[in-house]
């Protein structure tokens, strides 16, 4: 019995929708009789289910659909970031190069007429036709290929989707597109001749400057954060337009109410910004701006002063409404190891840290400090160098 069947059976799915709470190593150690040959299956599939609880949840419920593996379901889009995509990519025909379990077909197909998912893995491929049926999905024909192969039989004036991985024996830390498979440098002159927009996904260590560089026709640039972490980074490439100057990045924190904010990299160049001792405010961009490079221009944009060259936060006396980040409201600018215990009696605060010689978590042990209440320790370094703990709170609204 092949994995598709197995996983489909009504037996099978009873006892996974019996057992999602049910210790895994216990159910794999003993397992009943009938279900013994299957074991490795339906314990990925109940880990799966999981996860899919928070980060697929209209999958979860489905138990007539297949789940990726554990490890697939936690690098797969999630529903915000994959509705992102889908709001900056739209066309005629979509090929997606590197299409998995297909969460972002799924999202993108809202978007196209015509879509294709290209899968090089048979169990995976046969997966995602089965959950095509399932999810009535007509307008996505799936095929067995490797995106070299299939690109090949493409017609022009295509809209391409990429999401390339990581080669397993990669071990930097910095996301290299020469490093992952399929390698998009080698796919741009397939691009140049069949496309007339390509959309690639990286992971957040890409680094934007270099593979902006090594790209072609790139017109945007998009850090997507999902609150305040960075999950993926999307070159938008459009060879229907002449050549850009430079692409517009686009930092968004998604699930919160953050405004995007969007600039070009001469902006950041010939930015200023100003230095100041802490104020009455303390502002830290979200996770996408400070990944996206935007030090000096966040700062001039709102008219803030920067706290340090090195340290990424920002101050000042007035409070700004909207602001692509969060705001604290200083409440105590010299904390130390002898009055923290008269500022938070009950030894419960957030701590965070920037620029600073200690991680929270060893800032927390050596002040004897818990987490938890409503204020937050900073630490940080000041335009002298200097450590320096603030206690701040959210502001009053």
């Keep these: 019995m092949d994995s598709i069947e197995t996983l489909t059976s009504p037996d099978i799915v009873n006892f996974i929708r019996e057992n999602e709470s049910a210790d895994i190593q216990k159910l794999i150690l003993n397992p009943p009789a009938e279900f013994k040959a299957d074991i490795s299956f339906i314990a990925d599939q109940i880990l799966s289910r999981r996860k899919a609880k928070t980060k697929l949840p209209e999958w979860y419920d489905n138990y007539d659909l297949i789940m990726p593996p554990p490890l697939s379901l936690e690098q797969c889009s999630s529903p915000a970031t994959g509705a992102y995509k889908a709001s900056i990519f739209s066309g005629n025909t979509l090929v997606d190069l590197t299409g998995g379990m297909g969460i ?4 993108l197909a809202n978007q196209f007429e015509k879509v294709h998912h290209v899968e090089m893995n048979e169990q995976i491929h046969e997966t995602f036709q089965h959950n095509l049926k399932v999810l009535s999905k007509p307008d996505i024909t799936a095929h067995h290929s490797t995106a070299e192969e299939f690109i090949n039989e493409v017609e022009s004036n295509t809209s391409f989707f990429i999401d390339p991985a990581r080669r397993s024996e990669q071990k930097s830390r910095v996301f290299l597109f020469e490093d992952c498979f399929p390698n998009v440098i080698e796919l741009l002159p397939s691009f140049r001749e069949k496309a007339d927009k ?21 017109k945007e640039v998009h850090v997507v954060s999902v609150r305040n972490e960075v999950k993926e980074v999307l070159f938008l490439l459009d060879y229907q337009t002449e050549a850009l100057d430079e692409p517009i990045i686009k930092c968004v924190n998604l699930e919160t109410t953050q405004p995007s ?16 001792e802490p104020q009455r405010y303390l502002y830290d961009p979200n996770s996408s701006i400070l990944k996206a490079g935007a030090f000096k221009l966040i700062g001039s944009q709102y008219e803030l002063h920067k706290i340090a060259i090195n340290t990424h936060l920002y101050t000042s006396d007035s409070l700004i409404d909207n602001f692509p980040g969060r705001v604290f409201e200083i409440i105590h600018s010299d904390i130390n190891k002898k009055n923290i215990g008269k500022a938070i009696s009950d030894g419960k605060v957030n701590v965070l840290t920037k620029n600073y010689p200690q991680k929270p978590d060893e800032l927390k042990k050596k002040l004897k400090l818990k987490d938890g209440g409503k204020f937050f320790l900073i630490g940080l370094r000041d335009k002298n160098n200097k450590p320096k703990l603030l206690l701040t709170k959210h502001p009053d609204k």
């Design 198 to 218: 390509v959309l690639i996904k990286a992971a957040p260590m890409i680094d934007i400057s270099l593979a902006v560089s090594q790209l072609e026709q790139v």
């Design 261 to 276: 904010f969007s600039f070009c990299t001469s902006n950041e160049k010939t930015a200023s910004s100003s230095f100041s």
């Design 104 to 107: 972002d077909t799924l999202y």
